[in-house]
């Protein structure tokens, strides 16, 4: 089935001995309660759209006649049934059940049926024909010659299927609405199943007053939403997240989105703490979608899992499809696709949070590292009289991102993280961190790049100072530009290697190897690189033996242990403060983590303080003997097996 409104009324036909057989391109067989085959002949099928909110099917029965079957959303299948008592006759009843139905949460739709004569559907045919092979308006044409057969309608009933929520799915937006997230309802089910639905999944709480601006007249419409707004207004709560949730249907919308109206409408929304739009198009919800994101600025995330979610998805800034009932159209067009929706919570306050941490550093620290090489070169033009001449030699230049700083950035963006999984589901509230943009802003870039020059003048000016006097070896040579540039640069390596460091929440083994192992692979690279020439004389002439001369300079190794620590005290400073003093949210519960994690291992410590092995125990036989039941445990620590005998008689027990 296409849907499970079609399974749901398949297999309801089979309860009463009708039968789905087979279909075919132009043809349905099924089998009726006389266990007789029946063939009907599909003349032609005016597909479900948006606007439409019905389907339609022509066909002709064994017997004859040409019928047209019809089903939809009550509201569109209501109106256009015939004002006979013959057409109507189930109409009260009907009405009766659908609102039972819609108590109940279940999602329903109409069925009717017409009939039409021979003379009648051969010029509708026509007309048909031309509407779908229309190069112009070819849906409005279509919307048209579909109304010319969809009318007069004969109610047949109505079918209910139980649109249930899956499993964790109040638990997922009670998260989300402590993290602060305005969660909005589009939905086409009607009114009365939107607010069970929305009470059963807790978007909609009892103590929370519920605002219906919902109205057949426009004018009320409008006098409803304004009248709330100066409400709010007077008490000074417009744009907060008040204890409200607003509901309002899909031809209230209509009238709401006009355009002397929507900026009123769309204030009123936003502060609410929900809302709830029931009856409406997937083309509703996708401008719905889009004035949100014009009007707040914010970046909004759709939902969905059917093809009426569709257009919602690809208008929000993220979309996310759930893989589901209602097919793989929802999916095929969101950025991410999941299993269920309690899959979001994970999605947003884990890897989102885990990822926006990640790509702030990457990008921060990729801006920092170079500027603070690069900035040299305009430090030491000063002493070069604007000449040209480089500082460093040109191939460590072009190695500086490929080698010696490569690592960190991927340290940074793959493995670093700042609470554990488990920590970020239990807080939603860690969110805010991401949703305020605490860790990449305009302020955070400045603080990154004034840092950056400020390491850069201490890494060129503290080296230069040092070596002012001039320094000959024994073996004639003095040291030059390449001696303070490759000082300067083995420097730069450290400090930004060390300052990766410094910003990560989480050392992995990846972390201590991008970090060491870049350090290290400098060093290796200017031993190996200065003993090239003049075995290969393409390369590093005026490198030849450089190592030689670094390392038997004692203001080479000076430098090397001094300037990093200068260079880093305010970091190491600035950020001890922070963590003591100015602890968010996340450090507190980094610093939870460590303790809890410190516990754990205590109490796995033996007598003799080393950790002892995973425990197990067994029970190796349990006996009844009258009314006792005896049951002897052993229980294994480290190496050791303890047992221990107990009976029902026994309180532990």
Same mark, same amino acid.
């Given at each position: 089935?296409?849907?499970?409104?079609?399974?749901?009324?398949?297999?309801?036909?089979?309860?009463?001995?009708?039968?789905?057989?087979?279909?075919?391109?132009?043809?349905?067989?099924?089998?009726?309660?006389?266990?007789?085959?029946?063939?009907?002949?599909?003349?032609?099928?005016?597909?479900?759209?948006?606007?439409?909110?019905?389907?339609?099917?022509?066909?002709?029965?064994?017997?004859?006649?040409?019928?047209?079957?019809?089903?939809?959303?009550?509201?569109?299948? #209501?109106?256009? $049934? *015939?004002? +006979? /008592?013959?057409?109507?006759?189930? &109409? !009260? @009843?009907?009405?009766?059940?659908?609102?039972?139905?819609?108590?109940?949460?279940?999602?329903?739709?109409?069925?009717?049926?017409?009939?039409?004569?021979?003379?009648?559907?051969?010029?509708?045919?026509?007309?048909?024909?031309?509407?779908?092979?229309?190069?112009?308006?070819?849906?409005?044409?279509?919307?048209?010659?579909?109304?010319?057969?969809?009318?007069? #309608?004969?109610? $047949? *009933?109505? +079918? /209910?299927?139980?649109?249930?929520? &899956? !499993? @964790?799915?109040?638990?997922?937006?009670?998260?989300?609405?402590?993290?602060?997230?305005?969660?909005?309802?589009?939905?086409?089910?009607?009114?009365?199943?939107?607010?069970?639905?929305?009470?059963?999944?807790?978007?909609?709480?009892?103590?929370?007053?519920?605002?219906?601006?919902?109205?057949?007249?426009?004018?009320?419409?409008?006098?409803?939403?304004?009248?709330?707004?100066?409400?709010?207004?007077?008490?000074?709560?417009?744009?907060?997240?008040?204890?409200?949730?607003?509901?309002?249907?899909?031809?209230?919308?209509?009238?709401?989105?006009?355009?002397?109206?929507?900026?009123?409408?769309?204030?009123?929304?936003?502060?609410?703490?929900?809302?709830?739009?029931?009856?409406?198009?997937?083309?509703?919800?996708?401008?719905?979608?889009?004035?949100?994101?014009?009007?707040?600025?914010?970046?909004?995330?759709?939902?969905?899992?059917?093809?009426?979610?569709?257009?919602?998805?690809?208008?929000?800034?993220?979309?996310?499809?759930?893989?589901?009932?209602?097919?793989?159209?929802?999916?095929?067009?969101?950025?991410?696709?999941?299993?269920?929706?309690?899959?979001?919570?994970?999605?947003?306050?884990?890897?989102?949070?885990?990822?926006?941490?990640?790509?702030?550093?990457?990008?921060?620290?990729?801006?920092?590292?170079?500027?603070?090489?690069?900035?040299?070169?305009?430090?030491?033009?000063?002493?070069?009289?604007?000449?040209?001449?480089?500082?460093?030699?040109?191939?460590?230049?072009?190695?500086?991102?490929?080698?010696?700083?490569?690592?960190?950035?991927?340290?940074?963006?793959?493995?670093?993280?700042?609470?554990?999984?488990?920590?970020?589901?239990?807080?939603?509230?860690?969110?805010?961190?991401?949703?305020?943009?605490?860790?990449?802003?305009?302020?955070?870039?400045?603080?990154?790049?004034?840092?950056?020059?400020?390491?850069?003048?201490?890494?060129?000016?503290?080296?230069?100072?040092?070596?002012?006097?001039?320094?000959?070896?024994?073996?004639?040579?003095?040291?030059?530009?390449?001696?303070?540039?490759?000082?300067?640069?083995?420097?730069?390596?450290?400090?930004?290697?060390?300052?990766?460091?410094?910003?990560?929440?989480?050392?992995?083994?990846?972390?201590?190897?991008?970090?060491?192992?870049?350090?290290?692979?400098?060093?290796?690279?200017?031993?190996?690189?200065?003993?090239?020439?003049?075995?290969?004389?393409?390369?590093?002439?005026?490198?030849?033996?450089?190592?030689?001369?670094?390392?038997?300079?004692?203001?080479?190794?000076?430098?090397?242990?001094?300037?990093?620590?200068?260079?880093?005290?305010?970091?190491?400073?600035?950020?001890?403060?922070?963590?003591?003093?100015?602890?968010?949210?996340?450090?507190?519960?980094?610093?939870?983590?460590?303790?809890?994690?410190?516990?754990?291992?205590?109490?796995?410590?033996?007598?003799?303080?080393?950790?002892?092995?995973?425990?197990?125990?067994?029970?190796?036989?349990?006996?009844?003997?009258?009314?006792?039941?005896?049951?002897?445990?052993?229980?294994?620590?480290?190496?050791?097996?303890?047992?221990?005998?107990?009976?029902?008689?026994?309180?532990?027990?």
């Amino acid at each position: 089935a296409s849907s499970p409104d079609e399974k749901a009324l398949v297999e309801g036909a089979a309860e009463y001995k009708y039968t789905f057989v087979s279909k075919t391109s132009n043809s349905v067989t099924i089998r009726n309660h006389l266990n007789k085959q029946e063939t009907f002949e599909v003349l032609a099928i005016i597909e479900f759209t948006s606007t439409r909110k019905r389907m339609s099917i022509v066909v002709r029965t064994p017997e004859g006649q040409i019928k047209v079957y019809i089903k939809g959303a009550d509201n569109v299948i #209501l109106e256009r $049934i *015939g004002k +006979t /008592a013959s057409h109507n006759e189930h &109409q !009260e @009843n009907t009405g009766n059940h659908l609102d039972d139905f819609a108590r109940e949460g279940l999602r329903t739709l109409c069925l009717g049926v017409s009939d039409i004569s021979e003379e009648a559907f051969k010029d509708w045919s026509k007309k048909w024909k031309q509407a779908t092979t229309s190069l112009v308006d070819r849906e409005q044409e279509i919307e048209n010659v579909a109304n010319l057969i969809e009318g007069d #309608l004969r109610l $047949i *009933g109505a +079918t /209910a299927i139980e649109d249930k929520l &899956q !499993e @964790n799915v109040p638990e997922t937006i009670e998260k989300l609405l402590e993290a602060d997230i305005h969660v909005w309802m589009l939905t086409g089910d009607k009114q009365i199943t939107a607010e069970n639905i929305a009470k059963s999944c807790r978007l909609h709480k009892d103590g929370t007053e519920l605002v219906d601006v919902s109205d057949d007249v426009p004018t009320k419409v409008r006098s409803k939403i304004t009248d709330r707004l100066e409400k709010l207004k007077k008490n000074g709560k417009v744009g907060q997240n008040n204890e409200i949730t607003l509901i309002i249907d899909g031809k209230s919308l209509t009238h709401a989105m006009e355009e002397d109206i929507r900026n009123d409408f769309i204030r009123l929304c936003t502060s609410c703490k929900a809302v709830i739009c029931c009856r409406v198009s997937p083309l509703q919800k996708a401008e719905v979608v889009e004035l949100v994101s014009k009007f707040t600025k914010s970046i909004t995330l759709a939902i969905g899992d059917g093809a009426n979610d569709v257009a919602m998805i690809q208008k929000a800034s993220v979309g996310v499809g759930v893989s589901g009932n209602e097919g793989l159209q929802a999916v095929n067009s969101a950025d991410f696709a999941i299993g269920q929706f309690s899959y979001l919570a994970r999605l947003l306050f884990v890897h989102g949070a885990w990822n926006y941490s990640r790509i702030s550093k990457v990008v921060l620290y990729s801006f920092y590292k170079n500027i603070t090489l690069y900035i040299i070169e305009l430090w030491f033009a000063i002493y070069s009289y604007w000449s040209g001449q480089v500082i460093y030699e040109r191939w460590t230049i072009g190695m500086f991102n490929i080698l010696f700083t490569s690592l960190p950035p991927l340290a940074l963006g793959i493995f670093d993280k700042t609470c554990s999984a488990e920590t970020r589901e239990s807080n939603p509230a860690l969110y805010k961190t991401s949703q305020n943009s605490e860790l990449f802003n305009i302020k955070k870039f400045w603080l990154w790049i004034g840092t950056a020059i400020f390491h850069s003048v201490l890494l060129f000016w503290v080296p230069m100072l040092a070596m002012s006097t001039g320094v000959s070896w024994s073996s004639g040579h003095t040291d030059g530009y390449l001696i303070l540039g490759n000082t300067v640069y083995s420097l730069v390596v450290i400090v930004t290697c060390l300052k990766a460091g410094l910003v990560m929440d989480n050392w992995t083994w990846f972390s201590h190897l991008s970090i060491w192992g870049s350090i290290a692979l400098w060093f290796i690279f200017l031993v190996v690189y200065s003993s090239l020439w003049p075995s290969l004389k393409f390369v590093a002439s005026n490198m030849a033996g450089l190592f030689m001369l670094l390392f038997n300079s004692p203001v080479f190794w000076s430098c090397l242990l001094l300037v990093p620590v200068l260079v880093l005290l305010t970091d190491c400073t600035a950020t001890f403060v922070k963590l003591k003093f100015f602890p968010s949210e996340s450090d507190k519960k980094r610093k939870e983590e460590k303790k809890n994690k410190t516990l754990r291992f205590d109490s796995h410590q033996g007598e003799s303080g080393l950790p002892l092995q995973e425990q197990a125990s067994k029970v190796v036989f349990n006996k009844k003997n009258g009314t006792t039941v005896t049951i002897k445990k052993e229980t294994k620590e480290g190496n050791r097996w303890s047992a221990k005998v107990a009976n029902s008689d026994d309180e532990e027990l």
